[in-house]
């Protein structure tokens, strides 16, 4: 079955840090460009990071810059979200999304998404 | 950043009904406009891309127009398993905006 599993997620302190894990099956994610998007809970959804399919390529939201870093390791069919100087307005379930396009020509929607993982960022 | 608009924020229409919902881009955006159907628990589901293009596997009762700045997701004969909430995205450019989402509960 074609999926991507989050894991990784729950409770940290302002400040802190975590990092997010997505597994993929069914598909190899190193033919893709891989996104991190997030919803905060009750509200709508904002794009976080991109990735190119080999991870030379990395494009953040400003919201997130400096602080967040979106990785892969290709061999492991995983991507990563380090998160680092955790926020409370940080809080959010994250996505991870798999961009349309094949061979590395992204369209820049996303056709596969997993069903999130719950970052609550708190004291 | 392009901004996002959606109308209605919620509606409720009765099984067959047809639906519309409207995504408004603060710049002009040619086509590129895509939407999702969010329900709770599941993982997101892509409906429409490229503003008038459908998914594969999506039933055929969803369609999409417009282009530039104003956009419709339109159901046409709504189903008990359309109960979710709709969100319009563009990807013109960076960072990737959304709308707000539309609340779609079936009566």
């Known amino acids: 079955e074609v999926q991507l599993v989050e894991s990784g997620g729950g409770l940290v302190q302002p400040g802190g840090s975590l990092r997010l894990s997505c597994a993929a099956s069914?598909?190899?994610?190193?033919?893709?460009?891989m996104h991190w998007v997030r919803q905060v809970p009750g509200k709508g959804l904002v794009w976080v990071a991109r990735?190119?399919?080999?991870?030379?390529?990395?494009t953040y939201a400003d919201s997130v810059k400096g602080r967040f870093t979106i990785s892969r390791d290709n061999a492991k069919n995983t991507l990563y979200l380090q998160m680092n100087g955790l926020r409370a307005e940080d809080t959010a379930v994250y996505f991870c999304?798999?961009?349309?396009?094949?061979?590395?020509?992204?369209?820049?929607?996303?056709?596969?998404w997993g069903r999130g993982t719950l970052v609550t960022v708190s004291s | 950043d392009i901004q996002m608009t959606q109308s209605p924020s919620s509606l409720t229409a009765s099984v067959g009904d047809r639906v519309t919902i409207t995504c408004r881009a603060s710049q002009t955006i040619s086509k590129y406009l895509n939407w999702y159907q969010l329900k709770s628990g599941k993982a997101p589901k892509l409906l429409i891309f490229a503003a008038s293009s459908l998914q594969d596997g999506v039933p055929s009762r969803f369609s999409g127009s417009g282009s530039d700045t104003d956009f419709t997701l339109a159901i046409s004969s709504l189903q008990p398993e359309d109960s979710a909430i709709y969100y319009c995205q563009q990807s013109y450019s960076t960072p990737f905006t959304f709308g707000p989402g539309t609340k779609v509960d079936v009566k």
């Open positions: 999304v798999r961009d349309y396009g094949y061979g590395g020509n992204p369209y820049w929607f996303f056709d596969l």
């Open positions: 069914g598909f190899t994610i190193s033919s893709y460009w």
């Open positions: 990735l190119n399919s080999d991870g030379s390529i990395t």
